[in-house]
Nanobody
Framework: QVQLVESGGGLVQAGGSLRLSCAASGRTFSSYAMGWFRQAPGKEREFVAAIKWSGGNTYYADSVKGRFTISRDNAKNTVYLQMNSLKPEDTAVYYC????????????????WGQGTQVTVSS
């Protein structure tokens, strides 16, 4: 059974940093893309960042470009999201996802999802 487990969320002041982790287990993810999405209250889930498991190409939403960094540790089957210069508008539940999306910045094609981790940024 495939499992994605996120960790690292919490409460932080504006301007602060957090690092989210997503540990994958259950199968080999060597050909999968790994993505981070977020969902704020009353809003739709949106793309944040993604990385191809092999090759390391990275993709970011414009709203987080220059502040967030996605990376992976293949040996640990873990993907990270380093979030710096956090803003109150970054407050959301952050979800890790894995799959073979046709378009890496959209949810379609991500077959596996974690349970989410809450990130709250206070002003």
């Amino acid at each position: 059974q495939v499992q994605l487990v996120e960790s690292g969320g919490g409460l932080v002041q504006a301007g602060g940093s957090l690092r989210l982790s997503c540990a994958a287990s259950g199968r080999t993810f060597s050909s999968y893309a790994m993505g981070w999405f977020r969902q704020a209250p009353g809003k739709e889930r949106e793309f944040v960042a993604a990385i191809k498991w092999s090759g390391g190409n990275t993709y970011y939403a414009d709203s987080v470009k220059g502040r967030f960094t996605i990376s992976r540790d293949n040996a640990k089957n873990t993907v990270y999201l380093q979030m710096n210069s956090l803003k109150p508008e970054d407050t959301a539940v952050y979800y890790c996802a894995a799959g073979l999306p046709l378009l890496i910045t959209t949810m379609a094609g991500y077959n596996y999802w974690g349970q989410g981790t809450q990130v709250t940024v206070s002003s």
